[in-house]
């Protein structure tokens, strides 16, 4: 009520300003005042102020009254008005009243107008499990709400942290804006409208304040007009432009104001993640009442010590600040002791997981034979690069030690991960153990088979190829080196008897998906098991291989540019290898992100490029999550395409509901050139190495993410001649807007891997929720200092108290377990 008081008192200035002219608003001031009426009206409960003021607007119009009565009649009405807000009738406390007496209800005296926090102190423990049921105004539909959004109770809250806040003390007046960049203002909508300027339609509003009006434009969105309504009071900001001399918002940011507290409390006003059906005013006045009523007493699991030498505010203050920051610096430092605490917590784990491991019986050493890894090296129709040299000297350095490696192996798309890889697997089985090369997709799997073996074939003096195995004379002096791959899709029996020769030994290296770790899978002396692609492996997996022999080296391989102290973090558990430079010669791919009604032009280019003898690559959309959904929509396009499109060309299809035979076959012809153009679900999405393919056109690329679109471009430009990717979008979402440009602008992986962090969120991006790690909120990927200060008392604590068991570490052990429960290491 306030609220719409100060917006009917800034009409009236601004008409008084105006000399009465009824031009303060767009339309004349009657419409305003009747569509402010209803809105003014809408919480008043008590019926007599209702029924008399109704009764003095029902006889009110400005437009009549002459020119001189009219600033008596606007005091008139503003009186009126006034008359309406009663102190406290629609002032109810959010919290219900509970019977436990930890979070008692604070009596409120009625006459007092400042609304007290409504939960007394001291908490109890337990009390931040509290559901969100119990505050008033939360009923079970509304829990269910929440609940997507991860919120249960006290403690979610508090730790649903906003996605960023709105500066009110900087907004600026209307008549006081210039053309220029990101600017913001507070107005009351006075008109909304739909246009179709250059045939776009486009919703328009007429915001006012008590210095002028203007406009704001959402081009190409019309929808907006439905959410938009006169008398909406608005935070608005964007860029302003000068359009026929007058100033106008373009396509600015906005937001409805509807709690008129959060305004003037906090300068800063936070900005909550949302879903479909919370309203932001629900979701702020309830924040406001948890993080009042709960943050307070909060216990500070972080000890003093640490606090003190590393300048930290408490956890209260931390908890509050984070939502209701009396300024960017108390905002600052509450972000930086969060996400200390994030990324402490999360180094605790990783240390205590690493303790596990080197605790357990050590590995075996394997020594470099280097005759034959040169001969191996000269084989190879290239030179390694430097980067990949000096991983592979790591690596070999490692294998040495009778401690296990746990090695990540970091290097972009292409960078030559895999001879890599395949050295260190020879010379694991010239020392007499065998290997095992685990890839998350089947195709994927085969394919490292095939270029594994071919590789094995330069080095051998004779082959002998069998059923999905292969075997290698002259590498090794006394026997053939034996290689197979075992995938979930051969016959039963047939793996049956793969899996004995692995047992037997008679196999040397096994090629397979997650069949490797299965607990049918027994090795006779596994000595190194190599990872491909590990952010779809979770920490589970690696330590189930970790079973499967006398606990092997282990090399993880991933094209996730990952930067180097984030990494140790997250997989402070493995050591890191990067391959950071490109073999020589090789090409930035061309990335054009096309409008719809430029299909037809991007079928054209496909068909220059395949006249030129060059393949192409046609990534349909990610229908759903189905295989099944998806085969069916990548055959229903592959049809047509066939049948229509490119009818004069040699196509193929490629979908994860075909067996590995069929992959295979299509694959192969792919490879060799029979085909031109392959038409594929996603799943070709990692590591397919066809050097001839040359561009790519990549359908709804707005329903991937970035890191996946780098990869699926990473299957073009492995050749000599230049490389093209396409991206076709119908309907992007802003942020899909923002990402496609990303893609298109740079193909640095680091970059896009940074983008893509903002986009999706640590935890997601780093699998880390099936991995099990604590998931990151405040912590950002830039967080360098925070994240060293951080692995620095992690260690120190834990090199002093490992399994917290020192009194003033209680409260911090506890936390650990809350974070970790799955860590059973701690006790
Ligand atoms: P990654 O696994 O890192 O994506 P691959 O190991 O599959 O990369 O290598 C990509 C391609 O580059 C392969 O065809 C491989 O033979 C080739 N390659 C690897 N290292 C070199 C190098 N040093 N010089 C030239 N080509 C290389
Ligand atoms: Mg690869």
Known sequence: MPLALDKLRAVVALERQKLFQNTAVIGGLDKFLSNWAVEATAGITDKSRLAKFKKFTASFNYAAVPMAERTAALDRFVAAAEALEAPDVTSTPIVAEVSDPGYSVAASSPKRSTPKPKITAPL??????????????????????????????????????????????????????????????????????????GGRRSTETVLGDETGNIRAVWFNNHFLARQLHTGDRLVISGKVTVF?????FESPEWEKLEDKELVHTGRLAPVYPLTAGLYPRVVRKLMKEVVDGFAPSLPDYLPEEIRQRRGLIDLPQAVTQAHFPSDEASKDAARVRLAFDELFFLQLGVLARKRAWQSSQPGAAIPTDQALLDRFLRSLPFQLTKAQEKSLNEILS???????????????????????????????????????????????????????????????????????????????????????????????????????RVKGGEIDLVIGTHALIQKAMKFKKLGLAVIDEQHRFGVEQRQNLRQKGTNPHILVMTATPIPRTLALTLYGDLDLSVINELPPG???????????????????????????????????PLVEESETVQARAAIAEYESLKLETF????????????????????????????????VSTPVIEVGIDVPNATVMLIESADRFGLSQLHQFRGRVGRGKEQSYCMLLAEN????????????????????????DLKLRGPGEFFGTRQSGLPDLKMAKLSDVPILEMAR??????????PKLKKPEHRALYEELIRVWPQTGEWS
């Open 586 to 620: 090789r090409q930035t791919i061309k990335t054009r992100w096309l409008k719809p009604e430029q299909r037809g032009s991007a079928y054209n280019f496909i068909r220059k490029q395949v006249e030129l003898k060059q393949q192409a690559f046609i990534i349909c």
């Open 398 to 500: 490692d294998l040495n030690r009778t401690e296990a490696m746990s090695r990540l192996l970091q290097g972009e798309v292409g960078s030559g991960k895999t001879v890599v890889a395949t050295a260190a697997i020879i010379m694991s089985i010239a020392a007499g153990f065998q290997a095992a090369f685990m890839a998350p997709t089947e195709i994927l799997a085969e394919q490292h088979f095939r270029s594994v073996t071919r590789m094995l074939e330069l080095l051998a003096t004779e082959t002998q190829a069998g059923d999905k195995t292969v075997s290698h004379l002259g590498i090794l002096p006394d026997r053939p080196l034996t290689v197979a791959l075992l995938i979930g899709d051969a016959k039963e029996s047939g793996k049956t008897v793969t899996r004995n």
């Open 792 to 801: 620095e008392e992690a260690t120190r604590l834990f090199a002093d108290d």
């Open 732 to 755: 992007p979402s802003e942020v899909a807007n923002a990402r496609l440009s990303v893609i298109e602008s740079t193909q640095d992986g680091f970059i896009l891997a940074e983008e």
């Open 647 to 678: 009818s004069q060309y040699r196509l193929g299809l490629l979908h994860g509901r075909m067996s590995a035979a069929e992959k295979d076959s299509v694959m192969g012809a792919f490879s060799a050139g029979t085909l031109d153009i392959l």
């Open 124 to 197: 109890r423990p337990g009390s931040l499990e509290l559901p969100v049921t119990a505050f008033k105004g939360i009923n079970d539909t509304t829990a269910v709400k929440f609940k997507k959004l991860g919120i249960e109770n006290v403690r979610d809250l508090l730790y649903h942290f906003p996605a960023r806040h709105v500066d009110y003390s900087r907004t600026k007046r209307i008549a006081d804006l210039s053309p220029g960049p990101e600017q913001t203002i507070v107005a009351n909508i006075w008109e909304v409208r739909l246009t179709t300027p």
């Open 244 to 248: 026929r001399n007058t100033l106008v």
